[in-house]
């Protein structure tokens, strides 16, 4: 008899959504007058973004980190368009998501800063109102994936148990943490393995 899920938890990046980075860096060096080269290194290179996913600055402090870098002002405004013209939701597991959304929770737990968390329904509004109120950025918990408190604080907060939740992340690292916060974890790497995966859920 297969195990009664309560809960999806799904990542966002690579799993609900095709994540462009180059798309991000040049739309946002364009937007602040700055170079792609310097953006890539600011965002991904410095440090800060790190920084912000683990909860260590908040949205404030993230944009003047990054501007302070840069030597440019990075706005709410830029970075979310950004962002937003660099994310892609799959139609086939946004559409896979809704139909579980009807007889269990489904959630997200991404490992980004609170600003995403914070913009999210305008980066990815697709998304809403199916995970209003259920979309997690790691900052929220002051740690990344894949450290198993995160899991188990984000299922602190849904009130959901552990051993009745199936994570769902493109990131081998990221499975394991799940499953040794005590979660059952999908390797994501195509569609079709995800519906298998939770077939034997007797889902959806």
Excluded at 52 to 68: C, E, F, H, K, P
Excluded at 69 to 98: F, K, M, N, Y
Excluded at 166 to 172: C, K, Q
Aim: aromatic residues 6%; neutral net charge.
């Amino acid at each position: 008899m297969s195990t009664a899920l309560r809960c999806v938890l799904f990542d966002l990046d690579e799993v609900l959504a095709d994540y462009d980075r180059a798309v991000r860096v040049s739309r946002l060096a364009l937007a602040i007058g700055s170079t792609p080269a310097a953006v890539r290194e600011a965002i991904y290179e410095s440090g800060i973004e790190d920084a912000a996913d683990s909860g260590a600055l908040d949205a404030v402090a993230y944009l003047d980190a990054l501007s302070a870098h840069l030597g440019r002002t990075v706005s709410v405004a830029a970075w979310t368009t950004a962002r937003r013209e660099a994310t892609r939701i799959r139609p086939d597991v946004l559409a896979l998501a809704q139909a579980l959304g009807t007889r269990l929770t489904v959630a997200l737990l991404t490992n980004n800063g609170v600003l995403l968390a914070q913009q999210l329904p305008r980066i990815a509004p697709a998304l809403f109102p199916l995970f209003e109120g259920r979309a997690f950025a790691s900052a929220q918990f002051g740690g990344r994936k894949p450290e198993p408190r995160v899991y188990r604080d984000c299922l602190d907060r849904l009130s959901m148990p552990a051993s009745s939740t199936l994570f769902v992340d493109d990131n081998a690292a990221n499975v394991v943490g799940a499953r040794q916060a005590g979660l059952h974890a999908h390797h994501y790497s195509n569609f079709d393995g995800l519906r298998s995966a939770l077939a034997g859920f007797g889902l959806p």
